[in-house]
């Protein structure tokens, strides 16, 4: 699987949900890219703004799309990593503030 | 300028982290990076417990500007702690 292909397939998929990539599509790509690095590394699509496990199960609401977007997104209209937003984020109706780790914080750094 | 010691813990894979060393770069700062992600992972370990004494926020990008800390790319404060205007 290459980005371009990632970014087609996961475009129809998402938007239909109400999710809309960023409108910075070079973000947008090293994402992308970074998704693929850790499904490369780990055997899934771990968040790439987040410090994986290694772990599939402790790590399942990290797997992008991640549990934190849907609250992310209705609360600032942009995920952690400002990968998916809505649409008014993208159309600039709403300030683009910093998406704070939602993430428990026992959860965040496993040694 | 005149520099304290920055250190930046990040990802490889994440745009904040991104977003971090490309500003950092621009402004001429020198800093010290470490991509936790690329570790082996006794390395790793001893990284994580030293962003764990660090900062209880456990995310990244961490980055330390002398004895002040900032997680997440926000730009304004690391702006103020590094002095530019």
């Known amino acids: ?111 | 300028m005149n520099q304290c010691n920055v250190k930046l813990y990040a990802l490889s894979t994440c745009g904040h982290c991104r977003d971090t060393k490309a500003f950092l770069g621009e402004c001429g700062v020198n800093y010290d990076c470490v991509d936790v992600d690329k570790l082996d992972e006794s390395e790793r370990k001893k990284v994580l417990q030293e962003i764990m004494k660090i900062s209880r926020d456990c995310a990244f990008p961490t980055l330390v500007i002398g004895d002040k800390v900032v997680v997440g790319f926000k730009k304004e404060e690391i702006k103020k702690l590094l002095g530019i205007s």
């Open chain 1, 1 to 111: 699987m290459n980005v371009e292909k990632l970014y087609d397939l996961l475009k129809e998929a998402q938007e239909a949900k109400g999710y809309y990539f960023n409108k910075d599509k070079k973000k947008v790509f090293d994402l992308l890219e970074g998704l693929l690095v850790n499904k490369e590394r780990y055997g899934y699509m771990c968040c790439p703004c987040r410090l994986s496990a290694n772990d599939r199960e402790w790590d399942k609401d990290i797997i992008c799309p991640c549990v934190y977007r849907e609250p992310d997104v209705a609360e600032y209209g942009s995920c952690y990593c400002n990968l998916y937003v809505s649409r008014a984020w993208n159309e600039e109706k709403i300030p683009h503030e910093y998406v704070p780790e939602r993430r428990p914080l026992e959860k965040r750094l496993r040694l």
